[in-house]
């Protein structure tokens, strides 16, 4: 019994600290937002998405109305967007995403988990040519066709549809586009109902690397690292 529970312990904690995670993530999104256009989200694109991958997470409403309030004031913390390109072992493509009020410590950061790891951390452009940057939205399946839907989407610049699983292993359904098209494709679902539970962009693999199970742990060691870094947003990779 007792390692049962120290088992359901460990696993409960580890549910915590992705929830502070991605409330934190999303935190950030939503003060960037509201300092880019305002905060209204009704005349606000970037705010509208922010509070959908809120409510994708489960961020209590209360959260959110606090988060635009404070990223309202005088003091409000001003965060900077920097993509951080570099290379796990065995020559694994790796772009992290971060949201910081302090570069120097971020980089700060960020290079040592990579030089410790057995990776390097690149320069810019060094390794996000070998990515294409796509708009990605996550929705339920609905009472609509779904093969009439992915019809219509190609108008809006829907490259592909898809399926993945919510956490609770729920089927979603994945709809990607090029990344100029992100807003016409957000206001396409809008006007047909459709309320996204993400509307995120993703950097996707032109070409992927495989490796044995040994190397991909490694591999998995530094990213995991790097995501456990409270100024990363999201990292991406090109490990099959």
Not at 118 to 130: H, K
Not at 141 to 160: A, K, N, S, V, Y
Not at 170 to 176: G, K, S
Not at 198 to 213: C, G, K, Q, R, Y
């Amino acid at each position: 019994m007792g390692r049962i529970f120290e088992v359901r312990k460990a696993a409960k904690f580890a549910r915590w600290d992705r929830m502070a995670k991605q409330f934190s993530r999303v935190g950030k999104e939503i003060v960037i937002a509201v300092k880019a256009g305002g905060p209204d989200p009704e005349t606000n694109p970037a705010l509208r998405r922010a509070i959908q991958n809120g409510r994708g997470v489960n961020m209590p409403k209360d959260n959110i109305d606090r988060t635009i309030k404070r990223a309202m004031g005088k003091d409000a913390t001003h965060y900077d967007e920097v993509l951080y390109e570099g290379y796990a072992p065995h020559g694994v493509a790796v772009l992290v995403e971060s949201a910081t009020d302090n570069t120097t410590r971020t980089v700060g950061n960020v290079r040592p988990i990579f030089t410790k790891n057995g990776g390097n951390l690149g320069n810019a452009g060094s390794v996000a040519f070998q990515f294409n940057k796509v708009g990605s939205f996550k929705i339920k399946p609905g009472d609509f066709d779904e093969e009439e839907l992915e019809l219509q989407l190609i108008d809006f610049g829907l490259t592909e549809m898809g399926e993945s699983e919510s956490e609770e292993g729920e089927r979603l359904l994945v709809i990607r586009c090029e990344f100029q098209e992100f807003g016409n494709m957000q206001q396409a679902l809008e006007e047909m109902g459709i309320e996204p539970l993400s509307a995120e962009t993703d950097w996707i693999p032109l070409s992927t690397v495989s490796l044995n199970d040994e190397e991909a742990e490694e591999v998995l060691t530094l990213i995991d690292k790097l995501e456990q870094d409270e100024d990363v947003q999201r990292v991406f990779h090109n490990l099959a």
